[in-house]
């Protein structure tokens, strides 16, 4: 789309095939960019399409109207073919004022579509912008097709009998801006009309108002003849079955649903809110007539300690933060190891440390995960790829942690809890076993451990005959009493790690997208995966050798994955952090690795990632 010849104009009634495209959304906060994103997003699902999400807001929560602090972002990308990641460079920037314009003209492809909303761009709002000269009458925008329209005046226009106050009339322009997007790319209008019914049940005027907007933005292309032509991108291949669109929050609490439902278990949720996580437990509370129990708690603390109480009573206890909350909760967590209970700790990270960039991704929580307690409390750790792997993965910590009576740390970043894909709703039938670990009340006793696993029985407390103790003191071997010997705590930390190493034998070994030996492996871990799954794929359309490994288990890693790394002459490692898996790895099988590392708070792009494979390969 970027490199169409902008000085031929062609037939309204034109239609020009593209094989994917990437839209940006950007205004203030209060222009409803990420609603309309998601509007279009859900619009363009429905329509048949492989696509990526990546929505990007503000970090202050009142940044000044129209400054660079305050916009709001929201970018997709979809296709006829396999979208992997939101699009490097967008094709079409939505800029409701010269401070979106600002914020995101340099990401833009040569001879992009740039629609501005002209009546923001008052010599008031260039201030605040920054902008010394008007951008629309300064030439610093030839190499884009800009698209100058009137949209705040368009939109009181098209609601003006309906009596709205000024502010809540120009609210309304996001969805005359939604209206324009859905005629440029033929997206059908009825799946947001539905929702604005449902949303806005109880205020017909609030209503009526967004109805007018959306169709007055269609009917303005209709008319005008703003745009020289429509595009239409090819339906994707898929598997037969029913997809859904799904966000990495909402995949993660339904992954714990699931787990929780095929493990014939109450799932109990406690979580204190917290940017990017909040969100999973918004979507939990929805969940009641399952038997879901959502507890917001006072701090953090309260959260975890709660969600064991809970695994204690019998429940699969869950909790959900991010970076700052993994630090308080830290210590309970300890006491989940100690008394060997299951529990799944959700840490959707983001950038930090301290407060950071709450609002911006980052995957500099492994070490943390790995090593973030006090004395030797060895914790499984699992990571997401994408947005609807959130679904299986959360699902695996709640099996793992079931299986082997263990908390579990489960990763995802804001870029996976924001991001949103199509996914395959799984039948119920084809999800992994969870089985529970038995008490035997013949042969009692609370430490007497599975063979197989190590994993001590869950006893429920109130079961007769199986009266034991609990708490964060050392327990004695078998009985579970207390125990200050320095014998049995060197056993009790042995086995504890013992347990821990054992879930290799029952999690997949390592996959190897390529080939299985050769000159250079990709190694990467969480939301990395779109990137270096694009880079690799346009890596070898370039002849180049070089295969993918995604690893998804932390802690224990696979059991193949020492043969799998020394397979390769070299290993790239690209990684938001400085570091952190090229480091265990490192140290733990010995290889030489090429650490690739990014903290900007946004993910690699694709073109990132190829560049070094292809300075390395060469």
């Not at 409803?32 to 990007?56: C, E, I, K, N, Y």
């Not at 610093?140 to 609601?159: D, F, H, K, N, P």
């Not at 793992?400 to 119920?428: C, H, K, Q």
Request: aromatic residues 8%.
């Amino acid at each position: 789309m970027g490199t169409a010849d902008s000085g031929t104009m062609k037939d309204p009634s034109t239609k020009t095939e593209l094989p994917s495209v990437v839209i940006r959304l950007a205004g203030d906060s209060g222009d409803g960019m990420q609603l309309t994103g998601t509007q279009f997003t859900t619009s363009t699902a429905l329509s048949g399409h492989d696509l990526a999400t990546l929505p990007d807001f503000p970090a202050e929560i009142r940044a000044p109207a129209g400054t660079m602090n305050g916009v709001s972002g929201y970018q997709i990308q979809f296709a006829g073919t396999d979208v992997h990641t939101p699009g490097d460079s967008p094709d079409v920037l939505v800029a409701m004022n010269p401070a979106a314009l600002r914020a995101n003209v340099g990401d833009l492809v040569r001879n992009a579509l740039v629609l501005v909303n002209v009546d923001s761009f008052k010599p008031k709002d260039l201030a605040k912008a920054g902008y010394e000269n008007n951008p629309l009458e300064d030439g610093s925008l030839s190499g884009y097709r800009v698209i100058e329209v009137e949209l705040t005046r368009l939109t009181r226009q098209a609601v003006d009998d309906l009596g709205l106050d000024t502010r809540s009339a120009d609210r309304c322009k996001n969805f005359f801006a939604l209206g324009m997007m859905f005629w440029l790319f033929e997206r059908p209008m009825e799946p947001t009309e539905k929702w604005l019914r449902e949303k806005f049940a109880n205020r017909e005027l609030i209503l009526e108002a967004n109805l007018r907007a959306l169709k007055a933005g269609w009917a303005y292309c209709e008319a005008t003849e703003v745009f020289a032509e429509r595009y239409v991108v090819p339906r994707a291949a898929a598997e037969p079955g029913t997809y859904r669109n799904i966000s990495g929050n909402t995949a993660t609490a339904l992954g714990l649903l699931a787990a929780a439902e095929r493990s014939d278990l109450q799932l109990f949720y406690g979580s204190y809110p917290i940017t990017p996580a909040s969100d999973v437990l918004h979507e939990v509370a929805k969940y009641k007539e399952f038997g879901a129990v959502s507890f917001q708690a006072e701090d953090e603390i309260s959260a975890v300690a709660a969600a064991i109480g809970a695994s204690y009573a019998g429940s699969l206890g869950t909790t959900c933060t991010s970076g700052p909350g993994m630090a308080l909760k830290a210590e309970a967590m300890g006491l989940a190891t100690m008394v060997e209970l299951p529990l799944v700790v959700c840490n959707i990270q983001r950038g930090g440390p301290s407060t950071g960039l709450p609002t911006k991704t980052e995957q500099a929580d492994l070490l943390q995960s790995l090593f973030g307690r006090p004395s030797e409390t060895p914790t499984p750790v699992v990571a997401a790829a994408t947005p609807s792997d959130c679904f299986a993965m959360a699902y695996e910590a709640a099996r793992i942690a079931v299986r082997s009576m263990t908390p579990v740390i489960f990763l995802s970043d804001g870029y996976l809890a924001n991001g949103a894909e199509p996914w395959r709703i799984p039948n119920v039938e084809d999800l992994p076993d969870i089985p529970v670990p038995q008490p035997n009340p013949e042969n009692f006793l609370p430490y007497l451990r599975e063979p197989e696993t190590l994993a001590r029985p869950w006893a429920r407390p109130g079961t007769p005959g199986m009266e034991h103790r609990v708490g964060g003191l050392e327990k004695e071997d078998g009985t579970g009493n207390v125990s200050y010997t320095a014998e049995n705590h060197e056993r009790m930390v042995h086995l504890r790690a013992e347990k821990i190493q054992k879930i290799a034998d029952y999690i997949p070994e390592q996959s190897v997208d390529g080939p299985d030996s050769g000159e250079l492996l990709v190694v990467g871990w969480g939301s990395t995966y779109g990137a270096i799954t694009g880079a690799v794929e346009h890596a070898r359309r370039e002849g180049l050798s070089v295969s993918h490994a995604h690893i998804r288990y932390l802690n224990p890693f696979p059991k193949n994955l020492g043969d799998v790394l020394s397979s390769y002459r070299k290993v790239l490692i690209p990684e938001m952090n400085l570091g952190q898996l090229a480091l265990l790895l490192r140290g733990m099988y010995g290889i030489e690795t090429e650490s690739f590392t990014k903290v900007q708070g946004k993910p690699f792009t694709e073109a990132e990632v190829f560049t070094k494979i292809r300075e390395m390969a060469s």
